[in-house]
């Protein structure tokens, strides 16, 4: 049984997320979406509602879990059990940094290969701090989030203002 990660901040989980997930869960038996603990001034939405985002997002998926991480992603991998981490790119930008972060946990963790999904066309401009940006500004951005992320980023907005 093969185990991957796919780990992240997910300050909110989007459809581009979502798409790697839903891929994810086709190629390995058992997915586990690791959602990285900030502090609560670090992010949007606390790690609880995080978790709890994406977790109604991939409900329609028995093989992918949602669970809270700390520290280094390879030891939350060793953890679970895990023999890959899975890691989305959007473009050029995103191929440099996650290279980078490939080279450290092959260092780090031999045994745990690195697997990376290029974004699909329709979500290759997504993310999420591009998403709590534009959200905050009054833009409605129920096209590019699962539908209660959009009711719950408004509702957020309303309690906390985000300052890009």
């Known amino acids: 049984m093969i185990i991957a990660i796919y780990p992240g901040r997910f300050d909110p989980v989007t459809n581009g997320h979502l798409d790697i997930a839903r891929r994810a869960a086709t190629l390995f038996d058992q997915v586990i979406v690791g959602v990285y603990d ?18 109604q997002a991939v409900a329609s998926l028995p093989n992918v879990e949602v669970k809270p991480f700390s520290g280094l992603t390879v030891e939350f991998a060793r953890r679970e059990g895990a023999r890959v981490l899975v890691r989305g790119i959007r473009a050029v930008t995103d191929f440099e940094a996650e290279f980078d972060m490939a080279l450290m946990n092959k260092r780090m963790a031999p045994e745990i290969e690195s697997v990376f999904l290029m974004a699909s066309l329709e979500h290759l401009f997504v993310s999420g701090h591009r998403i ?4 905050s500004l009054g833009y409605d951005v129920s096209g590019l989030v699962p539908p209660h992320v959009a009711e719950a980023l408004k509702r957020k907005l309303k309690e906390k203002p985000w300052r890009p």
């Not at 900030?38 to 939405?45: Q, V, W």
């Open 132 to 135: 709590r940006e534009v959200a």
């Open 38 to 55: 900030l502090p609560p001034d670090r992010s949007l939405f606390t790690t609880e509602e995080r978790v709890e985002l994406f977790r």
